[in-house]
């Protein structure tokens, strides 16, 4: 569909431009070499405009890895609080302590950590205090909630 829309977005203006009116014309006269260059001046346009509109639309859009994106967040304001789900359905909470990002391995250190054990409703039926600190690896980490405050 995307394709489709985009395709005729570059041939509408180029057949305009080239006066090649039908799919047969602009086939048989598409490589000529004033044509094609044509054809290369409507696609950098149309990819320009659409850039553009885009550009428009997304702000405050972030690209980028969310990891990166949540850690560096936490990371100015000094600090926050994680829900941490493991791979093995565990849930636990606690102060964010450390977190590596980049090149280094998605870990987690997190200070006062809780056990949060659910029914099967989902709701709380105990919070085990699980000792000073916990370091959760890349491997152990299922989902990650990032907060200000809990």
């Known amino acids: 569909m995307w394709s489709i829309f985009f395709s005729l977005l570059i041939y509408i203006p180029f057949s305009l431009w080239t006066g090649l009116d039908n799919l047969d014309a602009i086939r048989d006269g598409i490589f000529s070499p004033r044509n094609f260059l044509r054809l290369i001046i409507c696609t950098v346009a149309a990819g320009a ?54 090149e280094t391995a998605r870990e987690l250190i997190v200070r006062k950590p809780k056990l949060i054990l659910r029914d099967k409703d989902w709701n709380v039926l105990d919070e085990i205090e699980m000792g000073a600190e916990i370091l959760f690896t890349e491997k152990d980490i299922r989902r990650v909630l990032f907060y200000d405050e809990l």
């Open 49 to 102: 405009v659409l850039g553009s509109v885009m550009k428009l639309f997304r702000r405050g859009i972030l690209a980028g890895s969310s990891w990166d994106l949540a850690v560096e967040k936490m990371r100015q304001k000094k600090g926050g609080f994680v829900i941490v789900y493991t791979e093995n359905g565990l849930e636990y909470k606690g102060l964010l302590h450390y977190a590596g990002v980049a």
